[in-house]
């Protein structure tokens, strides 16, 4: 069974740094496609940030240059290093791969940022 658990959510104020980590099981981490999304209240959930099994990234560009993602292979897991914070990036942060031709989610970790 696949599970992806999102941890490192808080209340901050802006200009903090947060690191969320997605721990990950049941899946070949080396050969996944790792993505952190976020849903903010009343929006639709956002492609943030993207890491491949090779170790490309992608960022949407609000976040491009503030944000980082990176993953360690030996703890099967994805980080997402979000520092100068703003109140927009107030949301729900999710984790997501595609795995066997299904998507995984992650439950969520709230991130709240105030000004």
């Known amino acids: 069974q696949v599970h992806l658990v999102e941890s490192g959510g808080a209340v901050v104020q802006a200009g903090a740094s947060l690191r969320l980590s997605c721990q990950t099981s049941?899946?070949?981490?080396?050969?996944?496609?790792m993505d952190w999304h976020r849903q903010a209240p009343g929006k639709q959930r956002e492609l943030v940030a993207t890491i491949s099994s090779g170790g490309d990234t992608d960022y949407a560009h609000a976040v491009a240059g503030r944000f980082t993602v990176s993953r360690s292979w030996p703890r099967a897991t994805a980080y997402l290093q979000m520092n100068s914070l703003k109140p927009e990036d107030t949301a729900v942060y999710y984790c997501?791969?595609?795995?066997?031709?299904?998507?995984?989610w992650g439950r969520g970790t709230q991130v709240t940022v105030s000004s």
């Open positions: 997501h791969t595609k795995y066997r031709g299904s998507d995984w």
């Open positions: 049941g899946i070949n981490f080396k050969i996944a496609t």
